[in-house]
């Protein structure tokens, strides 16, 4: 009967496991507010390869979450390279299949034909398709068959079966040296470049992931200023840093990972993932191996993604102060006192927000103003790689504190280097959009006009925008936004938390005024509509025709409208008895008015089952204003004296089922009590008390029994009257409790009501009376004696 | 108030009985004292000079290791994690295996429970077998809940039938209040895990332990109709804090080690402070980030015995505690386990 939430009990207590290093998990809401906390867009200043380094307060990669193609990120590049070296003979489609499919069977077989000129399945299949006379496509083929046996150590296959506990990722098949050995020769001994770059990289993995870590570290000693240094060096340059590691040698390994950070942008995030300094020794250590400025910053800037932008960025600048590094560590650094600042823009942890001073000083003390002045000497210095970006975040740290003044003289030199791109531009509108309006003192009609503009673009223009962006993002099948790196679309640009916090700005100054209407349109309270008062201001505000361009926008953006509330007026109407008020108000409730109940709400039934109401075949649908007409004719039927103990039960019914325990509780959840409170502890008490009352049902079943000419009508009466009683009892001992959730574990499910006792006692010889023990059990319990 | 299993309900009630007459009809002769045993929580096996002293000297007959774990995939698979490599075979301790499964296999996962119960069957045979391992018993580790119930009960009662072993599972504080509506599943004893109680956060309350929140929990204790072994924490952890609000959980973090520490500065009760920022254990800690320890001292487990004894209907036969590591192992005095088994 009761509709108890299990989630309310579920404390959680984690498994037994605790995994040795875990990341915490602020909470972060639903995807659409993703950063719903932030102005500021990396996206709009850092360069791609950084992505996954941006910050993000719930998951340790930006977007990706996590890192999970170690298997395949290289797979694009390696068969562009080869269609390229192969003269585009092979097709891109073959190639991938060659060079990344389950093909290690037909690799096999066209070596050995190549071999013993013997036909065989691959051949058959690949000799007219791939000419194996050219000497290129031949040295290819070779290749494949050499590097098939690297994959079989390095890679657990597509096959594999994780059930199978002999192919757990840790039983690898280890190498045996001849291969190491016949790879380093097969390099030696190759003369094509292209051929033996690839063989010198082959060997250096057969290497690492077999047992010749040694030897694969000397080769590459060896061999280092020999090869050339583009993807496959640095990708063996990061095999020698994992040797390190492995052998907790935590200086060198992270010292060479900084480097392959540096240098290798396609290998910026796997680094900084294994880039991990255990203690100050060994980062020292590290920091000493650096052999120059540019690498030393390096250093600074992979552990800056782990550990303190703020520290990294002050540190790069002072070694090499147009590292681009700084670049994606400054986006962090802000990200990062945005989301430390957001309670003073809405839900403070701590203090409620009244007023645009409190706002204010609240958001200026979560800043550390040396950073402020950090960030602002190097923006002015002129020597930053990215000087859009250090002026735009010095402005905006500027704004946060309060320097209204200053931030806008670092807007006009930002201004001067806004790159030629749409989320840029936008970027720097939207600071500048925040300094203007954290300025502001008061609202009149001369500042409405100020920033009139921009938030018709912030509040309309904007989600309409990133709506279509979206969709043509869908459509395009070819950008996925879960791709290696967060994609550069304009859905990127962050102005939701603007947006939010613009209106929470507004309304308080809109409060300083006193004007209430306009100060809800901008902040809705959830309780403005329990004050008459107010809601006959709004309604006459909404009412009025004359509206200035600002009026029209506030209304615009308020999600409550004119008919919403006219249904909400009609709905209290209903509740108050006032038929003919309530269908006056309705009436005018343009569009709610015709929405249908689900269920016949004359209705009543022994168990109140919603669902089995919905379902059940409905001979008329009543819209909201049927329901009210209908009740009316009842009303005055009663009153005339026109069967009376049928038209009563039946109001009665109707009276029922649109409260909370009614199968007709849409009649009431329009826009202004919403459809979300599921149970009354999630309405606003004014409100619950209101919808979970049955007074009017029960005084119109006392007037049905009372004019009922049999026990049957009788004992029918006296369960509805149970129900009620039975709701009133939760009422008070469960819904209305402050200690809701413990206290019904408390509370019985049912007690011996007075209407229970009734029913036994003088109509047990009924029909009806059997009907309500085979239905409920609650009943039928009290009549055995238990409880 | 329903039952969700009426009939396997009167089952356990006959179980019961015939238990509680057993275990009685041995209480009059002999106190029994529940006897110490251990979590072994890595991936892989091999027991240093410390934790097999610890076995030695507890006379630990039993040790519950955790096999693997159960989690999905991308396809909404289940599949084992991190199964256990043995490096050396346990001598004279019988293992029990323990499998841990996410809760999400049974919300979000495509395996049949029945199906599921096979391969993890088949899994640990193979695993014994590349040992050389006999056991009688099985443990399953899975936070479940009212929306997993359903399927979880169902993969219990498979492994059962497939497995033809003693299977047990462990419980949390609010399954056992929530019974009727978790449900119980269907196995011969129950490893309750005393431990891990609140949430992590930045507040002055312990999360491994809070005698505030166990009150809340524990009167339900009595009324589980299942015989329960008590799984008690030796393990801590410090929790990082910046800006109010938890960044890091640190394992195994020496604390005689921070007070040594220049970088820190001892606030109060059980909370640090980052004086110069600096790197430690592989953790990064920055100027002002506050540090708040959490381990349960030896009086702790000495409360918690009291405690529980009170509340629960029958002794248990073991403790088990949670985990065995050298780490944990040096928190405490050697005498510190039994001493607690004798406390119940």
């Known amino acids: 009967m009761t509709k108890r939430s299990f989630k309310k009990y579920a404390i959680t207590f984690s498994g037994i496991i605790i995994s040795g290093y875990i990341f915490l998990y602020a909470c972060a809401g639903g995807d659409e507010n993703w950063f719903g906390y932030s102005n500021f867009t990396p996206e709009a200043f850092v360069e791609k390869s950084y992505g996954p380094l941006f910050f993000d307060d719930n998951q340790s990669f930006y977007y990706i979450g996590h890192d999970d193609n170690y298997d395949d990120r290289f797979n694009k590049m390696i068969v562009d390279e080869w269609f390229i070296y192969l003269d585009k003979k092979i097709s891109k489609e073959n190639l991938t299949y060659f060079l990344t499919g389950s093909s290690k069977q037909d690799i096999n077989d066209l070596f050995n034909y190549a071999k013993n000129k013997t036909s065989n399945k691959g051949f058959q299949q690949w000799g007219k398709i791939i000419n194996q006379n050219d000497p290129k496509i031949k040295a290819f083929i070779d290749f494949l068959f050499d590097a098939s046996k690297v994959n079989q150590i390095s890679t657990r296959g597509v096959d594999y079966d994780p059930w199978n506990y002999d192919e757990k990722p840790k039983a690898k098949k280890k190498s045996s040296p001849k291969l190491f050995d016949e790879l380093k020769l097969k390099y030696k001994t190759t003369s094509d470049p292209f051929l033996k770059n690839r063989y010198w990289f082959q060997t250096m993995k057969a290497g690492f992931y077999g047992e010749e870590q040694n030897k694969a570290e000397s080769f590459f000693n060896e061999t280092k200023g020999l090869v050339p240094e583009n993807t496959l060096f640095y990708r063996a340059l990061s095999y020698i840093a994992g040797i390190h590691y492995k052998q907790k040698d935590y200086s060198t390994a992270n010292y060479i990972y900084s480097q392959v950070f540096d240098n290798c942008p396609s290998l910026r995030m796997v680094t900084a993932y294994n880039f991990h300094p255990q203690n100050d020794k060994d980062w020292n250590e590290a920091l000493a191996k650096a052999k120059s400025n540019k690498e030393k910053a390096a250093l ?488 | 108030m329903r039952s969700y299993y009426p009939a396997r309900n009167q089952l356990f009630i006959g179980f019961l009985l015939i238990w509680t007459l057993t275990y009685f009809q041995a209480c009059k002769n002999d106190k029994i004292r529940p006897k110490v045993s251990f979590y072994y929580w890595k991936t892989i096996f091999k027991l240093s000079e410390a934790e097999n002293e610890a076995l030695l000297h507890n006379n630990v007959t039993k040790l519950y290791v955790r096999y693997f774990d159960i989690e999905l995939n991308d396809k909404n698979e289940a599949i084992p994690l991190s199964p256990i490599i043995f490096s050396k075979k346990p001598e004279k301790t019988e293992l029990v295996p323990v499998v841990y499964i996410k809760n999400e296999v049974w919300i979000n996962g495509t395996n049949d429970p029945e199906n599921l119960a096979e391969k993890v069957v088949k899994y640990i045979d193979q695993i014994n077998n590349k040992t050389q391992i006999n056991n009688n018993e099985l443990q399953i580790d899975c936070d479940w809940t009212l929306k997993s119930r359903d399927k979880f009960m169902k993969f219990i009662q498979s492994l059962k039938r497939i497995s033809g072993k003693t299977i047990t599972t462990t419980i949390r504080l609010h399954q056992i209040k929530y019974q009727k509506k978790t449900g119980i599943p269907d196995v011969q004893t129950a490893t309750l895990m005393y431990y891990n109680m609140g949430t992590i956060s930045a507040d002055s309350k312990n999360s491994i332990y809070e005698k505030e929140i166990a009150n809340r929990y524990i009167k339900s204790i009595y009324n589980y109709p299942l015989p329960l072994k008590i799984a008690l924490p030796i393990f801590s952890w410090a929790i990082q804090i910046r800006d109010r609000k938890v960044i890091n959980l640190c394992n195994k973090l020496d604390f005689k080690e921070i007070a040594k520490d220049t970088n820190f500065v001892y606030l109060n009760s059980n909370f640090w402070r980052v004086k110069h920022s600096n790197i430690k254990s592989g953790y990064y800690y920055k100027a002002d980030d506050t540090l708040k320890l959490e381990l349960i001292k030896s009086t702790d487990l000495m409360e918690i015995a009291n405690q529980l004894k009170r509340e629960l209907k029958y002794p248990p036969t073991e403790i088990i505690f949670y985990d065995l590591d050298d780490f944990n192992l040096q928190q405490y005095d050697k005498k510190i386990f039994q001493e607690v088994c004798n406390n119940f």
């Open chain 1, 300 to 787: 600074w800037a992979v552990l800056g993604f782990y550990a303190d932008p703020e520290r990294s960025v002050s540190e790069i600048f002072a070694l090499e102060p147009a590292s681009p590094h700084i670049d994606y560590l400054v986006t962090r650094m802000v990200n990062q006192y945005e989301l430390k600042i957001q309670g003073s823009y809405w839900e403070p942890d701590e203090e409620k927000i009244e007023s645009v001073s409190q706002f204010r000083n609240s958001q200026r003390s979560k800043i550390n103003l040396g950073v402020i002045d950090r960030i602002s000497a190097m923006a002015l210095s002129d020597k930053t790689h990215n000087p859009f970006l250090m002026n735009l975040a010095a402005a905006y740290l500027n704004t946060l504190s309060g320097n209204y003044t200053k931030a806008n003289d670092f807007f006009l030199r930002a201004k001067q280097h806004t790159p030629n791109t749409r989320l840029a531009q936008d970027q720097l509108r939207i600071l500048q959009f925040v300094n203007m309006l954290s300025s502001m003192d008061k609202i009149d009609s001369e500042n409405e006009n100020k920033i009139l503009t921009d938030l018709n673009w912030l509040y309309i223009q904007l989600p309409a925008d990133s709506t279509l962006d979206k969709q043509s993002a869908d459509e395009d099948q070819t950008i996925d936004p879960y791709a290696e790196y967060p994609e550069y679309k304009p859905f990127a640009f962050r102005y939701q938390r603007d947006s939010d916090w613009s209106k929470k700005y507004i309304s308080l100054l809109y409060k300083a005024n006193g004007d209430e209407v306009m100060e809800e349109f901008f902040n809705e309270s959830g309780t403005f509509y329990e004050n008459e008062k107010r809601t006959a201001k709004m309604k006459a505000f909404m009412q009025k025709t004359k509206k200035s361009k600002f009026e029209i926008l506030a209304e615009t953006i308020y999600r409550i409208k004119l008919s919403d509330l006219l249904e909400y007026q009609a709905v209290v109407k209903t509740f108050g008895n006032d038929l003919d008020g309530a269908i006056e108000l309705m009436q005018q409730a343009v569009g709610n008015n015709r929405i249908e109940l689900l269920a016949n709400p004359f209705n009543g039934k022994i168990k109140d089952c919603h669902d089995c109401d919905f379902i059940a075949p409905k001979k008329i649908t009543y819209t909201h204003l049927d329901l009210l007409v209908k009740m009316k004719e009842m009303k005055e039927k009663i009153e005339r004296g026109d069967d009376v103990y049928n038209n009563s039960l039946l109001l009665a019914n109707g009276y029922y089922n649109i409260t909370y325990f009614g199968n007709s509780r849409i009649f009431y959840e329009g826009a202004i009590i919403g459809e979300m409170a599921s149970t009354p502890w999630m309405m606003n008490a004014f409100f619950a008390k209101m919808l979970t009352s049955c007074d009017l049902a029960k005084s119109y079943y006392n007037k049905a029994f009372e004019a009922a000419s049999n026990t049957e009508q009788k004992a029918k009466c006296m369960y509805m009257l149970a129900k009620c009683e039975r709701n009133e009892y939760y009422n008070q001992n469960i819904y209305s409790r402050p200690d809701q959730w413990e206290n019904q574990e408390k509370a019985a499910d049912f007690i011996s009501w007075n209407t229970f006792k009734r029913l036994k006692n003088e109509f047990s010889d009924t029909k009806y009376y059997r009907e309500v023990i085979n239905e409920c059990g609650y009943f039928k319990r009290f009549v055995n004696g238990r409880n």
